[in-house]
DNA sequence: AATGAATGAGCGTTCATTCAT
DNA sequence: CATGAATGAACGCTCATTCAT
């Protein structure tokens, strides 16, 4: 026997939001205190949630881990391209690099690296986040390359790689360093490096 | 019940050196599994001490994280002294300090920097492992700054400082980076641009 | 913000006995992990169905426990009166009980008497599902009363009860610890010491 | 150097019982509850003791299950064996296993058989506790065979081995079915057939 | 000086159940 | 009728630290 069922429904559409909540209080907890510190009691207070939904959404805490990277990874990309490319056409969208850390290092939250920080705290075996971490680094890197391509002329392909991957590295060091020195002289001084070996 | 009880004990104090095998088993594990997944009964039970016998020589897990960082940047600033002097003065002694990092992360408990990675662990307010971080870096960074001195010149004191500076960093990013991606790359790309950039 | 949503379905009633597939799933993972093991998400997974669906159509887990002790009597009570009455009247309708017993055994899915690790699981104060229990065991030893009645002759009404109880005890032995030591012998014992005690 | 150490301690002799305190409110919480429904924290508040003094007697609730089941035995075994061997020689000590059980089951804690109960509530994957189940139940049966041994005659071994194992059948089914029913006619029965089965 | 026993607080996770839609 | 979202309470277990001896 077959029944025709008609289902009304006045659909309040506001839960699709908790998701991301969670995500941007771990984020915050995370980036701010180390992972380990951070336990899930302090993620769902601050979220204001009961400890199974926070489990209905995410597997683990790790599971809730992956999505913090990815999070803070995806806003960073989207925030450093508009900066970079606001500026002018060759080496000064190159140089913006470093004058987006130095505003990012001004901000209250400014924690340094995050994928250095849960790097250094995730035991070797786990491969899942540290996976995560060096695909996402590529991702920058990768980024950075197109930037030197659509900035720097008068480089072949291995020369222009090779520019990338030292602007990363200057990158990667001022992000740390002005974090653990609590001081923005790494980043000028890595801004003043990359200064000299663009072209 | 009580029961009177006498021990009449031999104790042989010198081959001791208690608290230095305390030192010794914790930095192993700090360095290797992270600060926070390091728990204290890992370090009672390696050490082969008892847990009082460890709180009567440190007041805190957080005093042996000072003793570990205070070691390891002893051990570490001894062997790239000895590594460095051994070569050829002038360019060649500032080339090691790559060259001793290559070595170095070919040992199999290469884990980045302990200093970055201790860091990345403790909150934000922790201002006394942080100042004791801060303080060993600057010992590194005087360090560097002396072997600039012995072997580069026709450069003025700043100058100087600044070399040492960007040596700092290169080296640094090589650090993290080699252990965050796995690769020795970054120790290699570091010093190209170090080679570069010494006259 | 509020959406107006409207479904329409071609909804299959037919094939959808709902309550008896939670039933029969509830029944293979009680049996199989036992009762305090088995999630209620684990039964909803199987099932195919939502956690509320689950809760329109049972009350309470014990209320599945019930319907899963019924269900699980009622099966096996039909299958071994189909086994034991397709053997030649007298004798071997009784010993058939054991070899009906064999064969269960057998089974990779055999874990027992569901009765048995039910009623171990439970607190004592449980009257509910202990009172199913014991009514279902008295079900059973009816039954073997009546086979009794049916095969055994030169027996007063007395002795035959004393007969079905004493066949009873042995299946009951039987199952229980043939699973116990995973091995047939206890079936085999119990069969052998049944063959005994009939005229 | 060496040093002469005298300690002279005035020992106060008690701590000793705690692993046996917590092995006594297990037994007693598991064998009346079952084991799964019975959680650390009320072994932990009936016990007087906190959560980390029972971890660090035992290394997990399944160690705990383990010296339960050894609890239960042993002291099942001991009292089984000066009852019988009590009695008079001959078939009177092999009947007197039904009438300690008879006496076992007038106890208001009497929950059936600790083995059953707890083969009934653990997954099939554990092999632990099954096989040390199994092994006791073979010390059980053995235990029977000894004392067939000595108050039975006219039996060579294998009919012995025969009765020893029947008779356990008996005291098994004995035990659940008292408990299952809440009533001694198994127990009863159980004693009958022995008694028959017994030259 | 050195210890094993003991602790309270917290960990990450799962439970059976309810509710708004 | 059927659901996905959400919950409070409890789970088994580990933490860094202190105590009496």
Redesign the pocket.
């Known amino acids: 026997m077959s029944v025709l069922?008609v289902?009304v429904?006045?659909?309040?559409v506001?839960?699709t939001g908790?998701?991301q909540r969670i995500i941007e209080t771990a984020s915050l907890l995370f980036y701010r205190n180390g992972y380990?510190s951070?336990?899930?009691?302090?993620?769902?207070s601050e979220s204001?949630?009961?400890?199974?939904?926070?489990?209905?959404?995410?597997?683990?805490?790790?599971?809730?881990c992956l999505s913090y990277l990815q999070f803070k990874n995806t806003t960073f990309l989207e925030d450093i391209k508009v900066f970079c490319t606001s500026k002018p056409k060759g080496k000064p969208q190159l140089i913006a690099i470093f004058d987006f850390l130095l505003s990012f290092f001004k901000d209250k939250d400014f924690s340094g690296c995050w994928c250095i920080k849960t790097v250094s705290e995730i035991p070797k075996e786990n491969v899942k986040i540290r996976a995560e971490i060096q695909r996402q680094k590529n991702v920058f890197i990768q980024w950075i390359t197109d930037l030197v391509d659509d900035n720097v002329k008068d480089l072949n392909t291995s020369q222009k790689k090779t520019l990338a991957n030292r602007i990363y590295l200057l990158y990667e060091s001022a992000v740390a360093e002005s974090y653990l020195h609590g001081s923005d002289w790494p980043i000028k001084e890595a801004k003043d490096l990359c200064s000299l070996i663009i072209k």
């Open positions: 069922l289902f429904y006045i659909y309040n506001k839960h908790i998701r380990n951070t336990g899930i009691n302090e993620i769902i204001g949630i009961a400890k199974a939904t926070l489990y209905s959404h995410f597997k683990s805490k790790e599971d809730i």
